[in-house]
C-alpha cells in the first residue's frame, strides 16, 4: 500500500503542477490516474479539491460536493482552505443564496492572512453587489 500511496501522491502532485499553469486537460488527465481510495486523507482531500476546482464550469453542484469534501477531509494549508470556500462562495451566489455565498467570503477573507486571493474575493464581493453581472455569467 506504501508505494501504491506514494504513486498516486507524485499524480496528485503532477495534476496540481498543470492546474498552477493553467493546463487543465493535462491537470484532468493526471487526477484521472488516481484512485481516491488508495490517498491519505489529507492526500484525499486534495484530490477532492482539485476535482472541485476543475469541475466548476462544468457543474457547480458537483464541485460544491468535491469542495465541501475536501473541507470536511482537513485541507491543511489555510490558503487552500481559503480557495475552497471562496469557490464555494461561487457556487452560493449562483444559486441565489447571497448571505451564505457573503458568509463564505467572509471565512475564506480571515483564512487567506497573506493576501493571496485578496483580488479573486474582491471579484466576489463586486459581483455579489452586482447580481445581475453573476446570473448573466451562469446563464451561459
Known sequence: MGVLASLQSVRLIFAFANLRQQKVAE????????????????RRAYYHFLEGSLTM???M?????????????????????AAAKLNLAVVASAQRKPQQA??????????????????????????LRNPRMVHQRVRR
Do not use: C, F, S
Open 61 to 81: 453542484n458537483e464541485a460544491a460536493k468535491h469542495l465541501r469534501t475536501a473541507l470536511d477531509l482537513g485541507l491543511k494549508q489555510a490558503y487552500d482552505q
Open 102 to 127: 457573503k458568509a463564505l467570503l467572509n471565512e475564506a477573507k480571515r483564512l487567506d492572512d497573506k493576501g493571496m486571493l485578496k483580488k479573486d474575493i474582491k471579484m466576489v464581493e463586486d459581483a
Open 27 to 42: 491537470a484532468r488527465k493526471w487526477l484521472g490516474r488516481i484512485n481516491p481510495n488508495h490517498l491519505w486523507k489529507r
Open 57 to 59: 464550469e462544468q457543474n
